[in-house]
């Protein structure tokens, strides 16, 4: 199977501890999303890269949150320090570059419990 | 900034008859897409159907049909001959082609289809 593929599929994680989840694109796709989506709302857009370039990042991305994609294929989100509010589903979608670009193909998503 | 509204937290149908679902947005842009997706209970977004700003003709895929009028700011999704695989979530996105990286997703319609 060739679709993106998001690691762990589900974190629980005490308050306070960090985490990290892996998110592998389509291989052809330069460009890469990390949403999160609370329950009963819409996923809220984190931060995109093309390659291996970070070009924007939402200020819902606070300063315990950073997103790395370092050779422009995977890329990791990690979480320092947790909090319950963190409690989410991370998803991950893939797309080529290019303006008008049709759809991004997205992950199973992580999702994360902090207790 | 963008914005998406999906008015309807719930709609049922009965199996075999359409459903529309609406969506109306906001955005200052003059170039955007809008999109569909299809959220079952396993979390994965599924993407069903898009329409360009640009495009004269409302997008069709399949039972899958997008309502889009322009000069409302609505793109209605219209689902045909309903199946009992349908019942998910439906989530209207829209992406503005200045700035390809972000969707913007409204929060949702749970759609239910009775036997």
């Known amino acids: 199977d060739t679709g993106v593929s998001q690691d762990p599929r589900h974190k629980i994680t005490k308050r306070g501890q960090n985490v990290t989840f892996r998110c592998d694109p389509i291989?052809?796709?330069?460009?890469l999303y990390w949403y999160r989506q609370t329950l009963g709302q819409g996923p809220e857009f984190l931060t995109y890269?093309?390659?291996?370039?970070?070009?924007?990042k939402s200020r819902l991305l606070s300063d315990r949150f950073s997103a790395e994609r370092p050779k422009g294929s995977f890329s990791t989100l990690e979480i320092q320090r947790t909090e319950q509010g963190d409690s989410a589903m991370y998803l991950c979608?893939?797309?080529?570059?290019?303006?008008?670009?049709?759809?991004?193909?997205f992950g199973q998503g992580t999702r994360l419990t902090v207790v | 900034a963008q914005k998406i509204t999906q008015t309807q937290p719930g709609m049922f149908v009965q199996e075999k008859e359409a459903v529309t679902l609406d969506c109306t947005y906001d955005t200052s842009d003059p170039s955007y897409g809008l999109f569909w997706y299809k959220q079952p209970s396993s979390g994965e977004m599924i993407f069903l159907i898009y329409q360009g700003s640009y495009d004269q003709q409302n997008a069709t895929e399949g039972r899958y049909s997008l309502n889009f009028q322009k000069a409302r700011k609505s793109a209605n999704l219209v689902i045909s001959a309903s199946q009992l695989g349908d019942s998910a979530m439906y989530f209207c996105a829209m992406r503005d082609n200045t700035n390809a990286g972000k969707s913007t997703f409204g929060d949702g319609t749970t759609l239910t289809v009775k036997p």
């Open positions: 979608a893939s797309g080529p570059a290019g303006q008008f670009i049709r759809e991004a193909f």
């Open positions: 291989s052809e796709h330069n460009r």
């Open positions: 890269f093309q390659n291996e370039a970070q070009l924007e």
